[in-house]
């Protein structure tokens, strides 16, 4: 039987509402995070549909997409070539992969030979008795999820690649707790992103024919020495990070775990060599530190993504003139984005009535992915978070695992964009919404409610109308531990109120002002219009 399903050149639907981090030499982006679930199900429809697989330059008819040989199933091409898959057909887990699997690098069907070439998505995933893999050296493709979640079942203690393998793709070994050893071949070409995350071992060689490495390869993985062959023409490492070659470059810094929860060492000082920091090149670290130089000019979005309960504290050099950090929190020069915010994680049940109130600057347009991301066994002392009316931009995650948030004030009637990623809804921005409470500018409910993202707020509040919200566009304005930071190119008459409506200081200021106050709600009036802010 020939089925009509087509394999195609892969635009693929990768590339997702979030540019993930890109370092091959033809500038490709890739797909990024995911949660960790049960995917078997997932790729039995997607294998059936003709999805996952290897894309070709030119369309493939499928000659069987499941045909079991030897206990080993695969999808025949109508090319003489086979993608090996799942036996799970979504009903019976007893068709999972059990024990050492070798797969032969050519199988017959029909009196016709299919050569091997490639490792399905999701072919071994979850597969809780298969102990060991060994590939032929035709195999050029690993795909998507092909081992992931083994960590769940610590089975898969060994799996031996083909020499002429060229890709590894996204989240391929994605939970392999067990497999402490893994020989990359020479041939190997691109690697995908998390393509090792949540990974044991203790060191791992990327070869010299490498071009492409994905964002946060090493996601939440134990890894003692990462090396790069010394002549590879694209990357470098150094101290366990990987850089491009001329070191101007940081594009992954693994999570530095000598265990799940314990550090290698404490402090990760950036090379006064590096220009840019790639995306999610801290995420999920266990450094209490990092310290950026003066060459550092940029930094991509989500670049600290869930590291807010480990990296306390930025020392950013004062000759540094691209980036700020105000009152524990890192902005570009101008404070139009808010790139990471790393005050207020404590250890979990340990805060009782110390809470956070946090102002956004209301120059801030973007907040970066994982801003505040933070999560493990700790928790945000952070209760509310006045967003401005500058607001444009949320970042995937910015605000995943603050459960602690009770209410959020977003001054922006036109609901600023959220970065819905992988499907995934809200929940990854702002967790425990059933229980946070959203207030809104008069008059704009309705198009937060059905705002992507916004709408998963369960309790949606319009303020009553007010020019509290507003200030003049040419005055930065913000608060800081024990008081507010004014700055302004022009003299301008300044007048804060307390909430009951006495008057606690009135000036005129020009260029940058820091003021003292006690904590508390204020009401910030600069000639005509005013803000309220909230000092802790």
Not at 6 to 21: L, V
Request: hydrophobic share 35%; net charge negative; glycine share 6%.
């Amino acid at each position: 039987m020939c089925l009509s399903f087509k394999k195609t050149e892969a635009t693929t639907e990768k590339n997702s509402a979030m540019e993930t981090g890109d370092h091959s030499t033809n500038g490709a982006s890739s797909k990024s995070h995911k949660s960790r679930v049960n995917f078997r199900f997932f790729y039995f429809i997607l294998i059936a549909v003709g999805i996952v697989g290897r894309f070709d330059i030119q369309a493939q008819n499928v000659v069987s997409w499941k045909e079991i040989i030897d206990g080993i199933g695969y999808i025949l091409w109508d090319t003489n070539e086979a993608t090996v898959r799942t036996l799970y057909d979504g009903y019976n887990e007893s068709e999972l992969y059990k024990g050492d699997i070798v797969i032969p690098d050519k199988v017959s069907y029909k009196g016709i030979k299919y050569t091997v070439t490639e490792i399905g998505g999701g072919a071994f995933a979850n597969c809780p008795e298969l102990h060991s893999v060994v590939m032929p050296n035709t195999v050029k493709k690993i795909g998507s999820y092909a081992f992931e979640d083994c960590q769940n079942y610590n089975s898969l203690k060994s799996v031996t690649l083909s020499n002429t393998l060229e890709e590894i793709d996204d989240d391929a070994f994605m939970g392999c707790g067990a497999l402490k050893e893994l020989n990359l071949p020479n041939s190997l070409k691109r690697i995908g992103n998390d393509a090792f995350a949540w990974f044991t071992l203790n060191s791992i060689t990327i070869p010299d024919s490498v071009e492409h490495i994905g964002a946060y390869l090493f996601r939440d993985a134990t890894i003692r020495s990462i090396l790069i062959a010394a002549d590879n023409p694209y990357f470098s490492a150094k101290d366990n990070a990987i850089y491009n070659k001329d070191y101007t470059t940081l594009i992954s810094c693994p999570p530095n775990r000598a265990s799940f929860a314990t550090p290698l060492k404490e402090d990760f000082v950036i090379p006064n060599t590096v220009k840019k920091i790639e995306k999610f090149a801290f995420a999920w670290s266990l450094y209490s530190s990092v310290t950026i130089p003066e060459s550092v000019e940029e930094i991509r979005d989500g670049t600290f993504a869930g590291s807010g309960p480990s990296i306390a504290k930025i020392n950013l050099n004062s000759n540094n003139k691209f980036f700020k950090i105000i009152d524990d929190a890192l902005y570009d020069k101008d404070i139009t984005a808010l790139i990471y915010y790393f005050k207020g994680w404590e250890s979990r049940g340990t805060i009782n009535t110390d809470r956070m109130n946090v102002t956004v600057p209301n120059t801030v347009t973007r907040i970066y992915g994982g801003a505040f991301c933070g999560g493990g066994s700790n928790e945000s002392r952070i209760a509310s978070i006045s967003l401005p009316k500058s607001l444009e931009y949320i970042g995937y995650g910015a605000f995943s695992y603050c459960e602690s948030f009770k209410e959020i004030y977003s001054y922006n009637p036109i609901p600023p964009q959220t970065i819905i990623y992988e499907g995934l809804a809200l929940s990854s921005h702002f967790n425990a919404v059933e229980d946070c409470k959203l207030y809104v500018p008069k008059g704009s409910k309705a198009a937060y409610a059905s705002a992507d993202g916004w709408d998963e707020f369960k309790t949606i509040i319009e303020m009553a109308p007010t020019s509290v919200d507003k200030i003049q566009k040419d005055i930065v304005l913000y608060a800081i531990s024990n008081g507010i930071v004014i700055e302004s190119a022009e003299t301008v008459p300044v007048t804060i109120y307390s909430v009951s409506g006495q008057k606690v200081y009135e000036s005129t200021i020009q260029g940058s002002k820091q003021i003292s106050l006690n904590k508390g709600i204020y009401i910030v009036q600069t000639g005509q219009t005013a803000r309220k802010i909230i000092v802790n």
